[in-house]
C-alpha cells in the first residue's frame, strides 16, 4: 500500500490522491469483512487458499510490472482486498479444524510470530533497496 501511495503521490503531486492510494487496500478488507464473510463457511477452505494465494500472486507480479495505468493498479487493489478478508478467514478457520486444544494456541502463535516477523523482514529489505 505504501508503495502505491508512494506512485500516486510522484505522478499526481496530490496527497488526497496518495491517501486514497493507501487506503485502497485496507478498506476493501473492512467491507469485504461486513458483506462476504458467509463464503468463508461455504468454500472448500484448501482449493479456495490455494486459488487465492496463486491469483494474488499474479496481482503482486501485475502490479510490481508497472503495466496498468494508476487508475487499474487502484481497480486491482481493491478488488484483491475485498477477497483477501475471505481469505483471512477461511485460513484462521481451517486453522482451527486442523490443530485442535493447547495446539491451537501454539499453532496461532507461531502463525501471527512468522507473520510479524516476515513483515519485519521485508520493510528491513525494503528499507535497505532504497536509495
Known amino acids: 500500500m505504501l508503495a502505491l501511495s ?3 503521490y ?3 503531486g496530490s496527497a488526497l ?3 486514497l492510494g493507501f487506503v485502497a487496500g485496507y478498506l476493501p478488507q473492512a467491507l469485504g469483512a461486513m458483506t462476504l464473510l458467509s463464503l468463508a463457511d461455504r ?3 484448501r482449493a479456495f487458499l490455494a486459488g487465492w494465494d496463486s491469483i494474488r500472486a499474479v496481482v503482486t507480479v501485475t502490479l510490481a510490472s508497472g503495466i496498468l495505468p494508476l487508475w487499474g493498479m487502484l481497480t486491482l487493489v481493491i478488488a484483491a482486498g475485498a477477497v ?3 481469505a483471512a478467514a477461511t485460513r484462521s478457520a481451517l486453522l482451527a479444524d ?3 486444544g493447547d495446539r491451537f494456541i501454539l499453532g496461532r502463535s507461531v502463525f501471527n510470530l512468522s507473520s510479524g516477523g516476515m513483515q519485519i523482514f521485508g520493510f528491513a529489505v525494503g528499507g535497505r533497496s532504497s536509495p
Open 10 to 12: 510522484t505522478a499526481t
Open 98 to 100: 486442523v490443530l485442535t
Open 17 to 19: 490522491l496518495a491517501g
Open 84 to 86: 483477501d478478508a475471505v
Open 6 to 8: 508512494a506512485l500516486l
Open 43 to 45: 468454500v472448500p477452505s
